[in-house]
């Protein structure tokens, strides 16, 4: 079994690997996942830093690694908790590794911090591994239930560097390279130069670029994007 089916809004990214993900400066924090997910080095592993870097990349990431050990995995991202209610960690301490995104929107909340403590006592008693992420470390999380806030800041806290403008071109052109299709430098400055750098936004300009560069067969040039990209 790989990830537990529920009737919620998850989806699992093929494309969202450890070979999908452009570390850059984060190399570390990518090597020592993966010992955590295949040789269970770590009983928790908590990442956090600013929205947009990266973060749920890497905890699907550890459930496509956690699949090729052939271990059981499940993932879920608590910024569609409204999809969701605290029954969600009924049975999930079976799994090998479990991978929550978002936490930061369930604390502070009674029903939800109670039914994740009693989740969290269960699944580290067994053995298994758990990945949190947020966008502050656990030390600066509001939450009411003491022994929760105690033992999230138990384990390894990783934060995730935000990428600077060369580790981005960086990871444009890496990321093209994947989809299949290449950029210039010189392209990788102009687009940083004149959109939002919000890796996840970037990612959605590539897309753009590689359909439109693929319809009109044309390469893609600088005055090219200027016709096919939003204006900024």
């Not at 690997?17 to 010992?35: C, K, P, R």
């Not at 999930?92 to 930061?104: A, G, K, M, Q, R």
């Not at 590689?210 to 600088?222: E, F, G, Q, V, Y």
């Amino acid at each position: 079994m790989y990830d537990k089916q529920l009737p919620l809004s998850f989806e699992y990214r093929a494309n969202q690997t450890f070979d999908d993900y452009y570390a850059g400066s984060n190399l570390e924090t990518v090597s020592l996942l993966q010992d955590a997910v295949v040789n269970h080095t770590e009983k928790q592993v908590f990442i956090w830093g600013e929205s947009g870097i990266g973060k749920s990349h890497l905890l699907r990431a550890c459930c496509d690694k956690a699949h090729q050990a052939d271990k059981t995995s499940f993932y879920f991202d608590f910024a569609v908790c409204d999809v969701a209610d605290p029954d969600l960690f009924d049975g999930l301490e079976s799994f090998d590794i479990v991978c929550l995104d978002n936490i930061t929107r369930i604390v502070g909340q009674s029903a939800w911090e109670i039914a994740f403590f009693n989740f969290y006592n269960l699944h580290r008693e067994i053995g298994n591994t758990l990945i949190l992420s947020a966008t502050c470390p656990p030390n600066e999380l509001i939450i009411n239930l003491p022994d929760l806030k105690t033992r999230l800041n138990w384990g390894l806290t990783l934060k995730l560097k935000t990428l600077g403008d060369d580790d981005k071109i960086a990871a444009l052109i890496f990321k093209a390279g994947q989809m299949g299709f290449e950029i210039s430098v010189q392209t990788g400055r102009y687009i940083l130069s004149q959109y939002a750098r919000d890796l996840n936004y970037l990612w959605s300009l590539l897309e753009t670029m590689d359909h439109a560069s693929l319809a009109a067969k044309r390469k893609l040039t600088i005055p090219f994007l200027k016709e096919i990209l939003p204006q900024s």
